[in-house]
């Protein structure tokens, strides 16, 4: 089945950094990739997804990229601010109803 | 207000007893899921009812069942809880569509001794 993978596992930055989150998948039949943020002993909230038949999707500060080719999704992230500290997953579905996660990537932003 | 809710939001149960863990939404979502997280694994689909009676199962059924009977409650159910079923569980509701943003419920968190 569909194996989703994020690196790094976890980052730490100072407010104001960028950062990118990566993302690879497995079965090239996934169609939509929708990419959640849980904050600490939160529920987790979408943020952003970008379909199969897009390459870049940006809203505010987040910019996420698709290359449908290598099977690889980058979140990136400007100016961070420590609201943003959370963990972020990766998510890659087949239209099936059966969406597969990554394992999350911690970000830390100090003030 | 849309929203999921969850109860109980803890709970701390003795292997062998069995539990009952309630989901609802109010957006008439027609999906419905129950997902278990644990410490770097990230979430586990456990079941999926796509509607009332239309139940299926996700990637870690064993050990677990589920129940829907209206729209806007999705149970699940553990007949004999074992202590490796420790985890949080988390419920979300989504429209129809088969790639639709899912909404998350807060979690339940759940000890078994």
């Known amino acids: 089945g569909e194996q989703v993978e994020q690196l790094p596992s976890s980052l730490i930055v100072q407010e104001g950094a960028s950062v990118l989150i990566n993302c690879s998948y497995t079965d090239s039949a996934s169609v939509y990739f929708p990419w959640y943020k849980q904050e600490p002993g939160k529920r987790l909230q979408f943020i952003i997804d970008i379909r199969s038949n897009m390459e870049r999707k940006q809203t505010q500060r987040l910019t996420l990229l698709f290359d449908k080719k290598t099977k690889h999704l980058s979140l990136h992230i400007t100016a961070t601010q420590p609201g943003d500290s959370a963990i972020y997953f990766c998510?890659?579905?087949?239209?099936?109803?059966?969406?597969?996660f990554g394992k999350g990537t911690s970000l830390v932003v100090h003030p | 207000d849309m929203k999921v809710t969850q109860m109980p939001r803890y709970l701390i149960k003795r292997m062998g007893e069995n539990v009952l863990l309630e989901c609802g939404q109010d957006m008439s979502h027609e999906t419905m899921y129950w997902y278990r997280q644990d410490p770097g694994l990230g979430l586990q689909l456990i079941y999926i009812?796509?509607?009332?009676?239309?139940?299926s199962e996700g990637d870690i059924p064993k050990g677990y069942r589920v129940s829907r009977k209206k729209r806007e409650h999705f149970s699940l159910i553990l007949d004999s809880a074992k202590t490796n079923q420790t985890s949080v569980y988390f419920c979300a509701s989504s429209l129809r569509d088969r790639d639709s943003e899912q909404f998350f419920g807060p979690g339940t968190r759940l000890t078994v001794l």
């Open positions: 009812s796509y509607d009332v009676d239309s139940n």
């Open positions: 998510s890659a579905s087949l239209g099936n109803y059966k969406p597969t």
